[in-house]
């Protein structure tokens, strides 16, 4: 079964500065997705990015973008620029590319604080 | 277009009594899914309906739950009765059909309390 794994329950960056969130992943699939989504306070999550297992080109989405490392089952996501609004809890998940399912495979989350 | 919508936001109820949680998805969406989120843990896949069939429901984690979707629209999860574990947020997702690339669309949730 696929696992997907975020080890860092908070993170904190500082306004107009850069930050990293981890996310590592299992899997004995050759072809899946990845994401990320954002859930800011009390609002719904949204799609921040995602990227296809078969592109070995990393995603990017303006001051979004994703380190993709498949063989080390590594995708990480790198804020640029942060902003006060990018404040929120950050999920990383999986879903197999085969069958009609999607399901996706979350993360624990990671808290992503900005002080100003 | 509107977006996927869930009744109530916050439900509080007592170990032993029954609640419903609504969704209402995209409309047009045939692909509707309910995950749960219980307290620091991982958001969890319960299951997932195409039109008014269960697809998938594997992560349904006991008999104490019900899912239906009748006419393929809007979807109902029942718990019957709720026991303590229960607590945590609903998330319903829609996704419009055909193959499984396009992106999943969430609700709110529902913060359920069993107390």
């Known amino acids: 079964a696929q696992t997907v794994t975020q080890s860092q329950p908070e993170m904190s960056v500082q306004e107009a500065e850069t930050v990293t969130l981890s996310c590592t992943y299992d899997t004995s699939e050759s072809d899946y997705y990845l994401f990320w989504y954002k859930q800011p306070p009390s609002r719904q999550m949204i799609l921040v990015i995602r990227q296809e297992a078969y592109k070995q080109q990393n995603a990017t989405e303006n001051r979004f973008s994703v380190n993709f490392q498949k063989a080390a089952k590594s995708f990480s996501l790198k804020i640029s620029d942060s902003q006060l609004g990018d404040a929120a809890m950050y999920f990383c998940?999986?879903?197999?590319?085969?069958?009609?399912?999607?399901?996706?495979?979350f993360g624990k989350g990671t808290k992503l604080s900005v002080k100003p | 277009e509107a977006g996927v919508t869930q009744f109530p936001s916050h439900s509080v109820i007592e170990k032993g009594q029954t609640v419903t949680l609504r969704c209402d998805p995209i409309?047009?969406?045939?692909?509707l899914y309910w995950y749960r989120r219980v307290m620091g843990k991982e958001i969890k896949f319960l299951l997932h309906f195409v039109k008014e069939s269960k697809q998938d429901e594997s992560g349904m984690p006991n008999n104490r739950f019900l899912a239906e979707r009748t006419g393929g629209t809007y979807s109902t999860l029942k718990v019957q009765p709720a026991e303590l574990e229960d607590s945590g947020v609903y998330f319903c997702?829609?996704?419009?059909?055909?193959?499984?690339?396009?992106?999943?669309?969430f609700g709110p949730g529902t913060r359920l309390t069993v107390t």
């Open positions: 997702a829609s996704r419009r059909g055909g193959g499984s690339s396009y992106e999943q669309y």
């Open positions: 998940a999986y879903r197999s590319e085969g069958g009609s399912q999607g399901n996706l495979i």
């Open positions: 409309s047009g969406h045939d692909n």
